[in-house]
């Protein structure tokens, strides 16, 4: 199992920054995958950057150039720095991690942290 502690969100206004942090509650070493994930009030969770296959990154086209994944595996912490924020990137964000144990997968989530970017 991991535990997931995301923080760094609040307000801002458009074309500001904000870096977010998820902390792991094991060597990041030891999980499959990690990533961030959006979601915005009345729509579906949705892929913002993700780590796989060990450094691979994936990003959404929309925070493409905008957004960057990094980890510091000495902390245990993935980050989300998010760069010319837009008001509809404006959603509560979360740190999921998976564990793949003997083929099988499970997902694990943070309690998310609430990004509002004003217009």
């Known amino acids: 199992q991991v535990q997931l502690v995301e923080s760094g969100g609040g307000l801002v206004q458009a074309g500001g920054s904000l870096r977010l942090s998820c902390a792991a509650s094991?060597?990041?070493?030891?999980?499959?995958?990690m990533g961030w994930y959006r979601q915005a009030p009345g729509k579906q969770r949705e892929l913002v950057a993700t780590f796989t296959s060990g450094s691979n990154r994936n990003y959404a086209d929309s925070v493409k150039g905008r957004f960057t994944i990094s980890r510091d595996n000495a902390k245990n912490t993935v980050y989300l720095q998010m760069n010319s924020l837009k008001p509809e990137d404006t959603a509560v964000y979360y740190c999921?991690?998976?564990?793949?144990?003997?083929?099988?997968?499970?997902?694990?989530w943070g309690q998310g942290t609430q990004v509002t970017v004003s217009s």
């Open positions: 094991r060597s990041i070493f030891s999980i499959n995958a």
């Open positions: 999921k991690a998976t564990l793949i144990n003997w083929s099988k997968g499970t997902d694990y």
